[in-house]
C-alpha cells in the first residue's frame, strides 16, 4: 500500500456510471480494506460532489471544462482538489496516495488514463475494453504480472481460470456471450427494433452505450480483442459461445481436455471486488447462486452475420494496427446516433463497417497517431450517416 497501512487507496475514474457506481458500493461493504482517495466525472458534478462526500476523497476531477463553474463544486469536502479537464484525470491516475486505479470511464477516452496509471506502477483495474482495443499495443508492454486486473466478467473469469495454470498448455478460451435481447431474430426483425428493445438487455444492468454494444454483439466483438492483447493469442484462440443465463463467465480450455469455467452471479460487484482484494478473496458483495434453483445451462452458436458487428471486429482484430481504432470511434459515434433516434439499429454496423473501408491501416505507433485516427474516423462516421438520411 501506498503508505503502508493495510488499506488499498483507490481512485474511480468515472465514479458515477454503472461499474463506478457498483465499484463504491463494494466500497461501502469493505470499508475497512479499501479507501477512496479520488474521483472523477465527465460532467455529473452533483453525483460528484455526493460521493465526495460520503467517503471524504482529497481529490475529484471533471473531465467536462463546461461545469468549471457549477455552484454545487463549493460544497466538496473541506481540502479536496478540484481540476478540470481530461488531464485531471490523469493526474489522479498517478497520485502518491493511490496505490490501484479503476478505470471505469466509458469509450476512447479510457486510455490515457490507464496508461498513466500503469506507467505510474498503480495496479490497473480495467473496466474500459476500448483502452485495449484500441492502444493494447501501447499498454501491454507496460504491464508487470499481476499489475492490470481486468473487470469485464468475462475477463476476470479467463484470468481467475487460468491462475495456477501454465497458459501455453491452454487449447482455446471459450468468450461466453449472453446474446442480447435479440438472441435469434432475423436481420430484417432487427431493422426496425427501437432503443427500448434494445436496453432492454435479459440479463445485465448497465449503461446504455455498453448496453446497445451488447444487442448488437459489438460488445462481444470488442471483448475478443481486449482477450487478444490480455492473454497474448491469437484472435481465432478466442471462441464465442452464447450462453443464455449468463452464469458461465468464460472458461479456458486445456490440451488435455480439461475445461476450467468461472460460475457466479450476474452481478459486476464481484469482478469489481476482485481486481481490488487480488490475491484474495473477500466476503461475497452480492447474493450466492443456488446451484439447485438454477435449472438449466444452455450454449449457442453466435450467429456473425445477423449480428454484424461481431464480425467486423473479428475482421478489425484480426487484421490489428490502427482498424480497431476506427471500429470502435466509428461504433461510439453510430451508437450515439442510435440512442438520439437519427438512425436505425442496422444501420450501427452500415457506418463502422463503412468507416473500415475507408481506412488504410497502420501499425500502432503512439497516441498522437490513434487520436488523429479517431478524429478522422469520427467524422467519417458522421458524413456516412448523414449519408444515410439523405
Not at 458515477?16 to 474521483?39: E, M, N, P, W, Y
Not at 454545487?72 to 486505479?101: K, N, Q, T, W, Y
Not at 486510455?111 to 480495467?126: D, F, M, N, Q, Y
Not at 458483495?285 to 461481431?310: H, K, N, V, W, Y
Request: hydrophobic share 40%.
Amino acid at each position: 500500500m501506498a503508505d503502508g497501512s493495510p488499506k488499498l487507496h483507490v481512485a474511480i475514474l468515472g465514479c458515477t456510471g454503472s461499474i463506478g457506481r457498483q465499484a463504491l458500493d463494494v466500497c461501502r461493504q469493505h470499508a475497512d480494506k479499501l479507501d477512496v482517495v479520488a474521483l472523477s466525472v465527465n460532467s455529473s458534478t452533483d453525483k460528484l460532489v455526493s460521493y465526495a462526500r460520503e467517503f471524504s476523497v482529497r481529490a475529484v476531477a471533471v473531465a467536462d471544462e463546461a461545469h468549471v463553474n457549477d455552484a454545487v463544486l463549493a460544497e466538496l469536502p473541506e481540502g479536496c482538489l478540484c481540476s478540470f479537464g481530461p488531464e485531471a484525470v490523469c493526474d489522479l491516475a498517478i497520485r502518491d496516495d493511490v496505490d490501484c486505479v479503476l478505470v471505469a470511464i466509458v469509450g476512447a477516452a479510457g486510455l490515457e488514463p490507464s496508461h498513466a496509471a500503469l506507467t505510474a506502477g498503480k495496479r490497473l483495474a480495467l473496466a474500459n475494453k476500448e483502452s485495449l482495443v484500441v492502444g493494447g499495443d501501447l499498454l501491454m508492454p507496460l504491464a508487470k504480472p499481476g499489475q492490470l486486473i481486468p473487470v469485464d466478467s468475462e475477463h476476470s473469469a479467463i484470468y481467475q481460470c487460468y491462475l495456477g495454470e501454465n497458459p501455453q498448455q491452454a487449447h482455446c478460451i471459450w468468450l461466453t456471450c449472453s446474446g442480447g435481447p435479440f438472441f435469434g431474430r432475423s436481420r430484417s426483425e432487427l431493422e426496425s427494433v427501437s432503443s427500448s428493445d434494445a436496453l432492454a438487455h435479459p440479463t445485465w444492468s448497465m449503461g446504455a452505450k455498453i448496453t446497445i454494444d451488447s444487442a448488437t454483439l459489438m460488445n462481444k466483438g470488442l471483448e475478443r480483442i481486449e482477450a487478444k492483447h490480455l492473454f497474448g493469442c491469437d484472435l481465432g484462440f478466442i471462441k464465442v459461445v452464447i450462453q443464455r443465463q449468463s452464469k458461465i463467465h468464460s472458461m479456458v480450455e486445456f490440451d488435455d481436455g480439461s475445461v476450467m469455467a468461472h460460475l457466479g452471479a450476474s452481478d459486476m460487484r464481484i469482478p469489481i471486488q476482485f481486481a481490488f482484494s487480488y490475491p484474495d478473496r473477500w466476503e461475497t458483495p452480492a447474493p450466492r447462486i443456488d446451484f439447485t434453483q438454477l435449472g438449466s445451462l444452455t450454449f449457442d452458436e453466435p450467429d456473425f452475420e445477423t449480428f454484424r458487428c461481431l464480425k467486423l471486429a473479428e475482421i478489425a482484430g484480426t487484421a490489428g494496427g490502427t482498424l480497431p481504432c476506427v471500429l470502435n470511434a466509428a461504433n461510439e459515434v453510430a451508437v450515439e446516433a442510435f440512442l438520439n433516434g437519427s438512425c436505425s439499429f442496422t444501420d450501427i454496423d452500415r457506418v463502422v463497417e463503412s468507416c473500415m473501408d475507408a481506412h488504410a491501416v497502420e501499425p500502432v505507433q503512439g497516441f498522437e497517431q490513434l487520436s488523429d485516427i479517431d478524429a478522422w474516423a469520427r467524422q467519417q462516421a458522421t458524413r456516412v450517416l448523414k449519408g444515410l438520411r439523405s
